[in-house]
């Protein structure tokens, strides 16, 4: 059977890969998500358990078919029957003699006297079926044959998107109904479905999942409609000129660039797998870049390999590609969730997403409500799990910007981009088309400024930093780096995150959270430092800066939570550059509370630090020192 992106060549490299990786085990369940005509499933029923999965029931079918091949004995229909259909003569002028042959059309995919062969062999399997003298795997084993006979003689260059104007020599050959090619090995076990992956990946339940998605925009419900109308047998309204079936159901947006690339991480973030197995083209829609970038963001990075491979792709008499190119195979072991941490795709000063492991370490195990007072990038509020989260940032434009990237849909919001790096051709070379963009964007009204086209001025400004003057005018300079494939990859998988939480979005200063300050409520605050000046806090930025007296304020509040019996935990440091904070180290003693030092952080001049009112999970403490400190060595 000829099929886009068939692996029948690279099976075994996908099984020896397997093996060097240590999953050899008969127990163990593997999901062949885009199982195609089945080549990979067939190669290792007897070695895995096997659930199988496409879109295309014709695909669904031939799977199933290779999968189940040596159970079929016919035992109720009684003799052979592909002996019979091909001692038969018969032909029936059905739907393929109307309308695929040029007996009552102009189109070429068959001879008439093939065409009507082909009628008649579908005919007989649907009466075998409806008189209950085949059995479920018999029934798709025999289709699958028609598959593979029907192919032998198409007058098509290997696909069915059109037939060919003049007749090719082996569609004048008569059809012969052949058996399909399997593995005689028994199937360990087996399961088909036949759905969109994205609507099934977080209910099926597997150890491995095997993906091999399409590569392109060649669409297979395009490419193959004529085999589905085979398999369905239910007589579409069909296209003028190729006689297509209707495509919308079969279409797929693993065909659609920049689609495949936000579907591929849900994928990867949903599956239950346990081990995840990714073939792909050096001719596909990924970089390497990305695919790396996903997997070691939800997979254990010393568990990441890549192997490639050189690999003559199929080619036909139209194919002008004739080198070779190269097949990956990407492997990982999954994270458990609860290690996974997403970060802001843009760089935010003072971020805490290289603190999430300790942060989440000293959290409380149930958290109702979570107040991230100081929201910022919002690193630590999306990294926590709560029922509620509060996101809070005083500056309206940062707090717009995190929430566009939950109210907007993820692919919608990258075609935005890409419009805007088209329109004014951003690049790092291009400064002045930068300028241009950011005085239209600063030249707007507040109130109509759009958070995607700040984004984008970000993403080719310096550090794709964010900054405003005190007239809340954007004013980063042009930088050296652009919409890259891992800013991508960070983008898709904050946003699909964002999504899934349920996030109040507030701009108020902290101490005008009131509402929210209940028994169940916990306080997450990481305010300016006093000893470090940054762009939130110097003043200048149309917002208040920090001072002295600001920070005794913090302290009050944070008291008064406290005396409420509320918990909450604040990120700060102690000293900079020699200096000591010596009024927040006297707050500290004076209350009793926990001070955890992190250590000095890679690339930072400083000690973290992490205080609590209450004592962290699987920890106790002395009650008799007024200050306790656990110390965490880096």
């Known amino acids: 059977m000829r099929f886009l992106g068939n692996k029948e060549d690279l099976k075994e490299e996908i099984e020896n890969f397997l093996f060097e990786v240590g999953l050899q085990d008969k127990n163990l369940t593997l999901f062949d998500a885009f199982c195609g005509m089945g080549s990979v499933s067939d190669h290792l029923k ?238 596909g829609f990924y970089s390497e870049k990305f695919i790396e970038s996903v997997f070691k963001r939800y997979g254990k990075e010393n568990t990441y390999k890549v192997k490639k491979i050189n690999y003559k792709q199929y080619q036909n008499f139209k194919s002008k590609k004739k080198e070779s190119h190269k097949e990956f195979l990407f492997f990982v072991e999954k994270k458990n969730k609860s290690e996974v941490a997403f970060n802001t795709p843009f760089n935010y000063t003072g971020s805490k997403y290289h603190l999430i492991e300790d942060i989440r370490k000293y959290l409380p195990n149930k958290i109702e409500t979570f107040v991230d007072a100081f929201g910022g990038g919002f690193n630590v509020g999306i990294n926590t799990e709560a029922k509620r989260i509060i996101y809070n940032d005083n ?139 940054a762009t939130y806090n110097d003043g200048k930025r149309g917002f208040e800066g920090w001072n002295e007296k600001l920070e005794d304020n913090l302290f009050k509040f944070l008291d008064d939570l406290t005396r409420q019996d509320i918990k909450f935990m604040l990120s700060y440091i102690s000293e900079f550059n020699g200096k000591q904070n010596k009024q927040f180290t006297s707050w500290i003693a004076k209350n009793n509370l926990i001070d955890i030092n992190l250590g000095r952080i890679k690339g930072r001049r400083r000690e973290e630090r992490l205080i609590l009112n209450y004592e962290p999970k699987g920890y106790s403490y002395s009650k008799i020192s007024h200050k306790k400190q656990i110390s965490k060595k880096r």
């Not at 569609?171 to 199937?187: L, R």
């Open 395 to 533: 500056n309206f434009l940062v707090k717009d910007l995190i929430q566009s990237f939950q109210l907007n849909d993820v692919y919608k919001y990258l075609l935005y981009i890409r419009r805007q790096i088209n329109k004014y051709e951003l690049s790092i070379d291009n400064k002045k088309n930068y300028i241009k963009l950011r005085d239209y964007y600063n030249d707007l009204d507040l109130h109509k400024r759009d958070p995607r086209l700040l984004f984008t001025l970000i993403m080719y400004g310096f550090r794709q930093q964010i900054r405003f003057n005190k007239n809340f005018k954007f004013n980063i300079p042009p930088g050296e780096r652009w919409f890259n494939d891992r800013i991508l990859e960070r983008f898709i998988s904050f946003s699909r995150a964002i999504k899934e939480k349920k996030i109040i979005f507030e701009s108020k200063d902290y101490n005008e959270l009131d509402k929210y300050i209940k028994k169940d409520t916990f306080f997450y605050l990481d305010p300016p430092y006093l000893l470090t000046t």
């Open 46 to 283: 007897g070695s895995y358990k096997i659930i199988s999965n496409d879109l295309l029931k014709c695909c669904s079918i031939y799977t199933q078919a290779k999968l189940n091949a040596e159970k079929c004995k016919f035992k109720k229909l009684g003799y052979d029957p592909i002996e019979f259909l091909n001692k038969s003569k018969k032909i029936k002028k059905g739907f393929f003699y109307k309308n695929y042959s040029p007996a009552n059309s102009k189109r070429m995919y068959f001879s008439e006297i093939n065409a009507g062969r082909i009628d008649f062999f579908r005919h007989t399997i649907e009466s075998w079926k409806e008189n209950s003298q085949l059995t479920k795997n018999e029934y798709f084993f025999l289709l699958a044959c028609l598959m593979e006979s029907v192919s032998k003689v198409s007058n098509t260059a290997g696909v069915y998107g059109a037939f060919l104007k003049k007749w090719d020599s082996r569609a004048k050959k008569p059809i012969k109904f052949i058996e399909i090619p399997f593995n005689k090995q028994t199937a360990h076990s087996s399961k088909n479905l036949n759905s969109r992956i994205e609507e099934i990946i977080d209910k099926v339940e597997c150890d491995i999942i095997y993906l091999d998605p399409p590569y392109t925009q060649n669409q297979y419900g395009t490419q193959y409609h004529l085999l589905e109308t085979l398999i369905l047998d239910d007589s579409p309204p069909i296209s003028e000129i190729t006689g297509s079936r209707p495509v919308t159901p079969m279409r797929s947006n693993f065909s659609v660039d920049t689609k495949a690339q936000v579907l591929f991480e849900e994928i990867i973030a949903k599956t239950k797998a346990r081990y995840i197995l990714f073939s792909f083209s050096s001719d």
